[in-house]
Each structure stands twice: as C-alpha cells, then as structure tokens.
C-alpha cells in the first residue's frame, strides 16, 4: 500500500480558517476560561484565549499576503498594532528564524517599538542565535544587541522551565521558530513544554505562525507510542504531521494539554495554503538549525532523519545533511537496490561523500544520495523505510545504535523489529496504517488553512 503526498491515508487541509476553528472550540480549552470568541468564528474559540485569524488582522484569511507571498502569523500581529500583546510584560522564544519578510530579527523589532514591552528572549536547542549543534544550546547571558537577558529553555521543561519563566518576570510567553515537519525536529516540543510550563506559572502563550516548509496536505508514518515519548516526540502524533505551529499548538492545548490548558492565542498566517511549499511562500529561508541548511533538506529529513538511529552517517558534517547517507565499505548494490524499489517521486544515486565531523568524520564513505523529482507524490517516510530496508539487506555491516534510538525516532520498537525480520516497505507502511487513520481523524479539526 504505497504512501504518497495525496495518499489515502493522508489528510487533506480542505477546511479554511474558520471551518477549523468551528472544530476546535469544542475540543479546546476555551470553555475552561470563558474567553472571548475566535476570530472569524462566532461562537467558538480555536484555545483559551482564541485565534487570531489574518481576516481579523489584515483582511486576507484565504488570500494571497502581501505582493503575492506568504504574510507570517509576526506580520499580522505587527499590522494589528501588537494589540495581543498590549499591556503585557513580553518573553520571546525563537532562534535565527524569527525574521520579518525583509530579514530582520522580531527580537530587534520588537525591542525597538515602544508599543511592546519586551523583557526576555528564551532560546531553544541550538541556542537563540543557532550556534550551537545538535543536542546542545548556547547557556544563558545578554543578547549583545538589545542587552535583554536571554534564557536556557534546552534541557528544560515542567516546574523547571515554569520557574524559568517566573524568574524572567514575563506575563505572556510569545512563540515564534521556524519548524521543518518532523515529530523529532525539537522545537514543537519545546512549544509543548513551554505551553505546559506557561500553564504551570499562569502565563499565557501566544504562537506566530509560520509555514511548514514540506507543505501540509497529510500526515504521514508511524504515530508516536506513549511508552517511547522523548524530547523527540513527547505526544502522540505521526512522524510527518503536515501541520504548522500553530496548527500544533491547538492541537496539543485540545488533546494533550486539556487537564490544565494553557491561555493561548495563536496569529495565523496570511496566503498560506496547504499545498505550498517553502519556495512558493516567498519568505526568506534561514536555517532553522546548522544541518538544516535548505528546504530541500527538510522535504528529506522525515525519512533520512531515521539513520541517526543506525550507525551510518545521515550526511552531517557534508553540505548536503540529511540528503546523502553512508558508511566506508557500502559500494553501488545500496543505491542499485533503493532505486530498484520504484518509490514515488525520488531517485536514488551512488554518492561518495567525506564527513568533516560526527560519524565517520575525515573518511570515505559510500552510499546514498537522494534526488527528489516530484515534490507532490514523494513521500519523505516512505522513502527513509525503504533505504533502511535495503542498506541492511545489502551492506553486511548495518546496525542499530546500541540504545535503540531508532524506537524514539520510529515512536515504538515496530519497525526495529520488522526490518530486522525481512519486511518490505509497504508491509512495515501496513503496520502503522490504522494508528495514522486515527490521528488523521484528530487532526482535521484543528487545521487553520484551505
């Protein structure tokens, strides 16, 4: 049962920002706090504190932004004049990411307009400037250019990070971070932690949206089992969530966060469609973290991100991360055997690269290198399973990291086990196809975009 784009199993965005938070409302938290009505949705509310739609902001819900391109949920708060934010003592979590349309940081703008009472910035992993590498932050100190007090959030979660913010002295915390699609790329679980943490210490959250760079028509892959919930995948949702932000956010204050909701408001975006992708939106693209460096990247990640899970290098340390993958001793059979699959809208090529750190750093490796022809039927899981499947049939020296992180990165031991006993793609694809029916049910109601 082949997976692509537009499959069956996929969810389809079809409801517009009003249709979704309709949805919404009678699932999320605004009943808990009795707070005012969403925009653009009489008689509901998409979270607590509701949905800043861009039909309320700027008059364009469905249409395009400005100039033809895409407008940031930080670009319809700033034409709103900030009026979420006013009268509130202001914290902001991003990284390199949060730019305006003409790059520069919100951070800088923000600090600069008087209408905003900017007092702290909190950085995720990578740190807020993006100089740190995986699994590790920049530390606490002063943003050298605004002199705010920067805060740790890396590491950090529940009353710890609750108590973070306390001491930074915030009332509402503002998220605004560019994501790449994946369950394990970290930062919607720091969303997740720091709407439970804001929870916690009785702060309100406020998301801007931004777009998910692979587009977001379906989910895809397998749905994340609670015994195996990590920083790289704390709740239950597919591997390829096809959502935004914002859409995330909702759905987490719903479903996992219902006990104790967190005041939200979340800022969509303005021209925003679900089949678009990063290239069309005509936003700058930085990199969201330093083997992230292009779209193209992330529209591979989902699947390639797995071999962080074996002990072939996943491309860091080259410049093409994530898109070529191998170890020393793996010849042309891998590539041959990948190709040989027919999966939809890639090819798979021989590739030599040289790793300057991480696996295999400063040797030769043979593998693979992926080339994606046709965006819209490719599917980046599919593609991951399939090379996992033929790299340990046709390289004698394959194996899983030690400590199984490939069961946190998959979000169960289902697929270890079944590559290790012979399965082909479309049988480990079965597997997890009733989980991700399930979730694609849950997450129609809490999509923001046509």
Known sequence: MPLSRRGLLGLTGKAGAAGALGATGALGAAGAFGVAEAAGAP????AAMGTVGAAAAVGAADGEGAAGRVRTGFEVLAAGGYAVLDGQRVGVVTNPTGVTADARHLVDVLHADARVRLVAVFGPEHGFRGTAQAGDSEGAGRDPATGLPVYDTYGKSGQQLADVFTAAGVDT???????AGARFYTYIWTLYDCMQAAALA????????RPNPVGGLQAAGPVLERAYASFVGREPIAL?????????ALLFNGEFLAAKPVRLRTVSMAGWRRDSFFDATGLPWVPPSPNMPTPDTALAYAGTCLFEGTNLSEGRGTATPFEVLGAEGIDRRWAEAADALGLPGVWFREAYFTPTFSKFAGKVCGGVRLIVHDREAFDPVQAGIGL?????RTWSGFAW???HWIDRLTGSDRVRRLVDAGAGVEEIADDWSA???????VRERYLLYP
């Open 43 to 46: 008689g509901t509310a998409g």
């Open 173 to 179: 915390v503002v998220f605004d971070i560019q994501d």
């Open 202 to 209: 009785g702060k309100a959250v406020v998301v801007l949206d």
């Open 240 to 248: 390829a969530h096809g959502m935004t932000a914002a859409e995330l």
């Open 388 to 392: 996992l499947v033929t790299a340990r």
């Open 401 to 403: 990291r030690s400590d």
């Open 435 to 441: 989980g991700l029916e399930r979730f694609a049910g």
